[in-house]
Each structure stands twice: as C-alpha cells, then as structure tokens.
C-alpha cells in the first residue's frame, strides 16, 4: 500500500484568527515552522497548500531549522498540512489570507502512536484523524453552549467522561474516581487544575495550542494515574508583529491578552495572559460582602537558537479570595473566608540532533495553597421532634471548620525520541518530583449527617476533629516504547514503564502496549492495554471525595493501587468530515486506598459514651463506621461501548454545522467492606449531543444536549434518636461528657440512621437532563474583529439532581418523623452576556 495517502489523511485543521488587512500587494506570504511534539524543529518535511481549486495548490520542503516559506499566494482560504516520516500531524491549519499580509503559522506533529486520546486541540481537524482522536479547537471551547469557556465543561460532553455534578469541572472517566485524572501543562504536573471551587479551570482557551485527554491505555511516558492523562499545550506569541492581543468582556469576567515578536529577535515571541472575576465588585454595591474573586497572570517567552534548539520560559500566578457574611448572626449565619494560590514556573529547553534525534528536558517549580476559614450556624433539617410543628432549634448546628493544605512540587522531566530506520521510533524518559504537602483541619461543632461514608470530605464523621498532617515524598519515573511500523498497514507500540517512590517504598513495573491496523483506507482497528499504577499522595486527595491520613499509624500497611486496562475500537471515515467510532473498554482496579472500618474494640470505645435507658438501647449507631486510615481495601472493574459520530468543517465555506452526538453503555462497580456495589460514578445510560450551525458570516446557533442516567447515592435507612452531650448533668450522675437522648418539649429528638457499609450507593439519583443554547453574532466592523454572544445554560429550567439532601418531616402515622429529599447542586436556567474585540 501506499503510505503518503494514508499518513497525510491524518491531517489536522488550526483555525488561524486576527488577520490583518493591507490593500498596497495583490498576493500574500505565509511563512512557517514544522515541529515535533514540544517544539521541536523537524526539517524535510513536506508542506502543503490547498485552496479552493485545483491551481490553489502549493509543496515545499522544510530546511534545516523546520521552516517553510510559500510566497506570491493568491488571497484566498487554505488548509496547510505536513508530512514527514514517523511522525503525524495533530493539527493542520486552515488560514484566510489578504492580499499584502505575512502569515505565520506553526505545525505540530507528534510520534506515530496508537493510544487512546481524547483531543481538544488548538485547531479543527479533518476526518481522517489518527483512531480515537477528537479535535475541537479552543474557540469552539470558547464557544460550545453552555460550557463557560471552560474546556471541562467540553470534556463532560464527549464518550467516557462524566462531570461529577452540575457545578463541578471535575472528570469522572471510565468510571475512576476524579483523583485517578492526571493533568500535565507543558510538561508540568498541575495538582489542582480548577478554580472558584471548580466552577472554572485554570486554563485560558485563549493562549492554548492543544487540549489532550488520553481516556484509557495511555503511552508508558505517563504514569501514577489510573485512569487518565489530561495534556495541555500552551502556545508561544504570535511572532508575526511586534505587539497584537484581544480581549474578551462579559457579565462575571474579563480577559486580556497580549503577544508579539521579541524585540532583537526574528523568530523569538513573547505572550501575557490576565483573567479576572468581578463578582465581588458587582456585589459588593449590593450586600455587604466580598464574594468569591478570582485573578490569574500567565506569561511565556520563547528564544528560537540556531543548531535547532529552542528555549522556552513559562509564568503562572494565580489567586482566589472569599470574605462574605450571610444571615442573622443572632440566629442563623455563615461566615466564609477562603484564600487560594497557584504559582508555576517552568523552563523548556528543547533540541534536535540531526533528522534522528529530539530532545525535551522541562524544570518545574509549583506550589499550590488553599485556606478555608467558615463558621456557621444554620437549620439542616437533619433533627426533629414528631410533632405538627417542629422547634427550629432542634435542628440548628453549629459548625466551625478551618483548613490549610499546600502542595509543593519541584520537578525534572526528560523526554527523548530517537528515530532508529524507517520502523522503529524510540520513546524513552524519566521524570523526578520531590512533594512537600500538607493537610491541616480543625473541625467543631457537628459532622454532617447525611455523609455516609465516614471518611467523605464533606465532613464524614470518621474524620478526626483535628489534623496537622505533613509528608515530605519523592517519586521517579522512567519509561521505553518503541512504535514499530511492520508493514505500511500495522503499527505496534510495546513500552514498560518503572515508578518508584518514597510514600510506599517500593517500585512498579507497568508493560503496555497497542496496536493499529488499517483495514481499508477508510476504516481502522485498534488494539491496546496494559498495567497502570498510582501511588498514595495528598496531592492527589486536592480531587478526591474522600480522605485518608497518610501520616496516621496505619500510613506504614498502605501501598501502590493497580490498574488493568483493556480496549478495542473500529473508527469509519463515513464521508469527507464525517467519523463514526465504536470502541469498547474493560478496566479492573485492585488495592484501591480507603478508611479502613472501626474495629470491635473501637467501635465498642465510642459507644461505651453514650447513656441510652435500657428501652432505647436499640438507638445507640452500633455499626462500624469507615476512618480516615488509610488501608488498600478496595477492588473493582469498568467496562462499556461507545458510540460516536462527528462532523467537522472540510471546506471554506461559511455555513457549516459541525459537532458530535455519543451514547455511552457502560457499568462500574467497586468492592469494599466485604460488600459489591455500584461505583461513586457509575453512569449506565449517556446521551450527548453538541452542534453549532454557522447561519452565515455573522451568525452562529449552538446547542448542548446532555440526557444521562442519575448517579449512586446512600439514602438513610431510617431515622434514629439522636444524642447530644449531657453538659448540664440532666441524669444527675456526674458526668457531663456522655451522651444522652436528645429531648425537645418531653418529645423524643430524631436524626437519619445511615446503616453500615452494605447501604453504601443502594440507590440511584433520578435522570439528568440539560439543554443549553448559545447565539453568537459578529457584525461586519473591522473585519468581524468584533464577537457579541448570548450564552443560556439549562434553558428549560430543569430540575436536576445532582445530589439529595436528606430531610426529616411529620409523620402522623407514626412516633417517629419520616425522611424526605430535596434537590441539589442543580444548576438554574442561567444566562450570560459576553463581547470579545481582537485588535
């Protein structure tokens, strides 16, 4: 077969924004570079241009910097692809240009690999894509309905990943707990990838080149993560003029950006970044309260060198700040003090070493800082009497709660491809962090009581009253894969990956491997699976639901949690622009780190302090409940089908509706406590459908469909007396530390009964469904530079359910109240105004 038609179909589209226009030439230059995954110069690569028609059609060879130059085009739409042996395009470029203007464009392209990935990258992609690999770029992440330019909010859309809840950016993929998601930024690990307490993400759509997750049986470069790797590319300036930039202003935020050409420099760029929140200026004229704010500050220089090398430098600041108060301080209040920071500093030094050899060594440094600071008294409606009307003060609690966690990792990445003949393309690496991070809480006043797991974050009540936890750790990583081409129609990659770290000890070896087939020119098959391992760390507890202390006795008994995954899938070039995938997955899990339960000895320890009469014995909580110490106690499995069809633009036409539809049969379950049950985030049923119709040049209709099956949940099984603490000595005995049954008006006082372990996920939440829509409209100013949109999240004003809050209500049936349930985490019909100006 030949290999060119097949290599250059897997080229992908950059939509290339801001042109400028002149009127004094009646042609236009684009000029380029072609480069290797990290910016790594490729020369010999072969360049296209395509325009509309036959005669619009250009070739040239990269030279030895990687660069390209195609002069004297006519003004015209092109889409500009490369070629080069071992590697593949991730993206093509699709460029407008004017008559009198240099265009200037880079090329990615990545080492031939067969490995499950999710894309979301900086520009659209045609659809012979390499398998599994979706494009969107990152301004139709600024675009997608209902999404908040906030590339999650995408992710939760497409097949195998699920959000958490309505408000939450955090991803659930394949059924994994949302600590198993690593994310890397150029290179770097970012620990806490969200902001505003998930409600957006740290990344700025609007300086990204690429957006990567891989779902499942990811390559042997990335390592202690379960179930998937989050990649995330930013791009450099745009060298093309000294200085250009945009801004983009709506109802809740603004962003700004700016970039050029470093001065004294031909090829050298600079680009700075600022985002900020103003809900707390907007409120602050209404209500005596500073609500949550959010600023950040990004910057990255890059210095082209002559030999191929290539310097880059990269700065992150960011901030979070709440100080607001809430209610009648004489009876019910909140007080809330959050202060939040994330610093990054990287340096990217990268190199090729003739047409064989690339290099890419990336220094980290990263802290992450979060402070909370709440007290509150507020009615849960957890505590209750029977009678017709209940005393509210039966049910208010008290609750104050302080915390401090930082993460601080210093690290040292080495990546180095080397091409060995024309069918083997070596991956080899290592990777170093040194982790200091700590866990600090104080916790008075009452536990949640509609937490069942006695570990949830959410103030379960395993969890101690008060933790200073620190660990100071270090990990290593190294890894080999070879991507071995037998024959022009069949890739395999073998790779073996070893982690060794601090925390557990010990090292982990991890064999994986994949492989693609093209079974037709239209149609492939792909193959691929291995071992995945992921140690014990706060730094992945920042995403987890739960907590353990790995600085508590039984810290010593915890080790690496394990990972097999298994996946096959068929991908369909139905017609040109239009791909249809069927993929199929199985992942099984064992070792997982949970609380462990209560022992007989402790569990006969905490209720030894409760002073029930002998008739109300039965209402002392008598069931193990789960701790924070840390044991591998937990097994399970993830398996599904899913089914996915997209169309993206393929001419340069201006109407075009592009998007994609999915349907999700999966099912994932865990085992804990001896018992089987539905996993936190098992989905059977997922339904998502995406679309933007391009009207014309000046109009676009999107919308967002979700229809998705209701999470787990644990009901309580019933309600309980409950016990408060005999301060005033009401028996006469002398001990004022016991508990005693809670009275209120010589009538009983009620609160849930959770069960034990085996009511843990017993029930399912009800459907979720959501239709967002946004209107877009450029008006013919200045070249359409200017963007206004009307983005409505949940326009039918659905009332979903994230979550149940537990209530307890009359019963006049009965001596006890009954429990009722009231929605949660739901988002409003919300809408949102924007404009967005480049200049």
């Known amino acids: 077969m030949n290999t060119l038609p097949r290599l250059s179909s897997l080229a992908l589209l950059l939509i290339v924004l801001c042109p400028s226009l002149t009127a004094a030439q009646t042609t236009a230059t684009l000029a380029g570079t072609v480069v290797a995954e990290g910016g790594i ?62 265009q200037r464009v880079v090329i990615d392209m990545r080492v031939t690999g067969v490995t499950e990935t999710v894309t979301v990258s900086a520009d659209r992609s045609r659809a012979s894509t390499a398998p599994s690999m979706l494009s969107l770029a990152p301004a139709d992440v600024s675009t997608v309905a209902g999404a908040a330019e906030n590339v999650f909010k995408v992710l939760h859309t497409l097949p195998g990943i699920t959000a958490v809840n ?52 990811f390559p042997a470069r990335y390592g202690d993560r379960l179930s998937s790797i989050l990649t995330i590319e930013n791009r450099a300036g745009n060298p093309a003029r000294r200085a250009m930039g945009s ?42 309260a500073d609500l949550p704010a959010f600023s950040d500050l990004q910057a990255k220089a890059v210095w082209r060198v ?155 009540a395993g969890l101690p009253a008060l933790l200073d936890s620190s660990r100071d750790s270090w990990r290593f990583g190294a890894w080999l894969s070879d991507v071995w081409m037998v024959t022009p129609w069949l890739r395999v990659e073998p790779g073996m990956r070893l982690d060794k770290t601090s925390v557990t000890g010990g090292a982990s070896l991890s064999p994986r491997a994949s492989l693609l087939a093209d079974l037709t020119a239209r149609t492939r ?41 298994a996946v096959v899938g068929v991908e369909h070039t139905v017609a040109p622009g239009v791909v249809a995938r069927v993929e199929g997955y199985y992942k099984s899990f064992r070792d997982l780190v949970i609380g462990r339960l209560e022992t007989p000895e402790e569990i006969e320890a905490r209720t030894s302090a409760y002073d029930f009469p002998a008739s109300l014995a039965g209402e002392v909580p008598r069931e193990p409940q789960i701790l924070s110490a840390p044991v591998n106690g937990g097994r399970g499995n993830a398996a599904g089908v899913e089914v996915y069809l997209a169309r993206q633009s393929v001419s340069p036409a201006d109407r075009a509706l592009t998007g994609w539809i999915s349907y999700t049969r999966s099912r994932a379950e865990k085992t804990m406590y001896g018992v089987t049950m539905p996993a936190d985030y098992d989905r059977p049923h997922a339904f998502s459908l995406v679309a933007n119709l391009r009207l014309n040049a000046a109009i676009d209709v999107a919308t967002t469909v979700r229809v998705q099956s209701g999470f787990p949940y644990s ?3 019933g309600v309980r007396v409950a016990a408060v603490q005999d301060l005033a000595d009401a028996d006469g005995d002398g001990n004022r530390s016991e508990l005693i049954p809670q009275v209120s008006r010589r009538l009983l006082v009620w609160t849930f009964d959770q069960g034990g372990a085996s009511n843990l996920n017993s029930a399912r939440l009800p459907r979720f469904s959501r239709v967002d829509m946004r209107f877009t409209f450029r008006p013919g100013w ?58």
């Open 306 to 460: 002559s030999g191929g090398g290539q310097l880059s430098v990269f700065g992150l600041k960011s901030r979070e700040s709440t100080d607001a108060e809430f209610g009648d301080v004489g009876r019910e209040f909140a007080v809330i003090r959050t202060k939040a920071r994330n610093d990054l500093v990287a340096v990217s030094w990268q190199r090729v070493f003739g047409a064989r050899v690339a290099s890419r060594t990336v220094a980290s440094w990263y802290l992450n800082r979060d402070d909370i600071d709440f007290d509150g008294r507020f009615e849960t409606g957890a505590r209750r009497t029977n009678a017709p009307v209940s005393n509210n003060s039966e049910s208010l609690s008290n609750i104050l709660f302080t915390r401090q966690l930082s993460v601080r990792d210093t690290a040292i990445r080495q990546d180095t491809t080397i091409r060995l003949g024309r069918s083997h393309l070596l991956d080899a690496g290592v990777e170093a962090h040194v982790l200091a991070t700590q866990w600090g809480w104080r916790i008075d006043g009452e536990r949640n009581p509609g937490v069942a797991n006695g570990s949830s974050i959410q103030g379960g």
């Open 41 to 102: 110069s490729l020369p010999g690569a072969l360049v296209t241009v395509i325009g509309a028609t036959p005669e619009l059609r250009r070739e040239t060879t990269t030279d030895k910097q990687g660069s390209f130059l195609f002069s004297d085009l006519p003004p015209a739409r092109y889409s500009v692809t490369a070629l080069a042996t071992g590697f593949t395009v991730t993206r093509a470029i699709e460029v407008t240009l004017v008559a009198g203007q240099t």
């Open 525 to 565: 098959l792909r193959v691929a699976g291995g071992a995945f391992t992921q140690s014990p760390g706060y730094e992945k507890l920042l995403q987890s639901d739960y907590f353990v202390n790995l600085t508590s006795a039984d810290d010593a008994r915890v080790g690496t949690e394990w990972a097999r995954h």
């Open 247 to 288: 801004a983009t202003l709506a109802l809740t935020d603004a962003n700004i950006i700016a970039e050029g050409r470093l001065p004294g420099t031909s090829q050298g760029s600079w680009l700075v970044s600022g985002r900020r929140t103003y809900y707390d200026v907007v409120a602050e004229r209404f209500v005596n």
């Open 166 to 217: 309505d408000f939450d950016s955090r991803l659930s993929v394949r059924g994994g707990g949302p600590d198993q998601n690593l994310t890397v930024m150029d290179g770097v690990e970012i620990h806490n990838p969200y902001r505003l307490f998930g409600l957006t993400s740290a990344f700025n759509p609007e300086t990204v080149e690429a957006f990567e997750l891989t779902a499942g049986a």
């Open 715 to 717: 009901p309580p099984v």
């Open 782 to 839: 200045k070249n359409r530079r200017w963007q206004f949109y009307l983005d409505v999240i949940n326009l039918l004003n659905a009332n979903n359910a994230s979550g149940f809050d537990a209530q307890l209500s009359y019963d006049p049936a009965a001596d006890r109240p009954q429990v009722t349930y009231e929605r949660r985490n739901s988002l409003p019909l919300l809408p949102s105004l924007g404009i967005r100006y480049k200049f």
